[in-house]
């Protein structure tokens, strides 16, 4: 017979999360269990080696997590850096390999040099989500005049053209752009685009470019405002 500890809080209210305990489990279980159940490994103990088999817990709620088996946990491991997260979890799997559960720790943009001045202010151009592929990112421009034509550029290759010379002063292209495409802003002077991330793993580390441009008339000669450059990290988990 096999004893366990276990702490527990009552599962109501706020607390409440959907769980499930497994025993004598194998990795083989365990991971499309989990993906069927839309749940997050929450703890693992050791049962047996050879066969390997597990005790688990697992949860359901709204952090995004990772499970990494067969890693060799030691001075140099370095998969919660590469994938953006934080160790929860570490349970051996075998005489030199571990189990690692990394929860979501990344935020994935990142901002750039500076916009310049419209009639609103000046332009700031930010992101959200958690960038992983199959997922999407909205990315957001405020600051704008209400229902200004607004467009957002994507690139790879960061630039910094002055934008002075064609009479927007202080004003900078900062992407290279690739891609462009066209919005507006609402009445509150803020522009908003959903950008979804095609589902493929091998996208992860691609650091993609964006920056928000909106026409302005009055703010300059050329009618024109640029935001700062947003620099967002793809994942795939």
Not at 82 to 104: A, C, K, N, P
Not at 107 to 133: D, Q, V, Y
Not at 166 to 183: E, F, K, Q
């Amino acid at each position: 017979m096999r004893y366990y500890h276990a702490i527990t809080i009552e599962n109501s209210g706020d607390d409440y999360r959907d769980w499930w305990f497994y025993h004598s489990a194998t990795p083989q279980f365990i991971a499309p269990t989990m993906a069927n159940l839309r749940a997050r490994l929450y703890d693992l103990e050791l049962e047996t080696l050879q066969p390997l088999r597990c005790a688990v817990v697992m949860v359901r709620d709204d952090v995004p997590s990772k499970t990494l088996w067969n890693q060799s946990y030691a001075p140099g491991f370095d998969a919660d850096v590469e994938h953006g997260g934080r160790v929860t979890s570490v349970s051996r799997t075998g005489l030199s390999t571990f189990q690692v559960t990394i929860v979501d720790n990344l935020n994935p943009f990142r901002s750039a040099g500076s916009g310049c001045a419209g009639t609103n202010g000046t332009m700031l151009h930010g992101g959200e989500g958690a960038a992983f592929t199959g997922a999407s990112v909205t990315y957001r421009a405020e600051n704008l005049r209400p229902w200004a034509p607004t467009a957002i550029n994507f690139g790879i290759t960061p630039t910094s053209f002055d934008l002075e010379v064609l009479g927007a002063p202080g004003c900078l292209l900062l992407v290279h752009p690739l891609i462009s495409l066209s919005t507006s802003a609402g009445p509150n002077g803020t522009a908003t685009v959903p950008v979804p991330i095609p589902s493929d793993p091998s996208l992860a580390g691609l650091q993609l470019l964006t920056q928000m441009l909106a026409l302005d008339p009055g703010a300059n000669a050329l009618s024109a405002t640029t935001s700062n450059r947003l620099r967002t990290t793809l994942r795939s988990w």
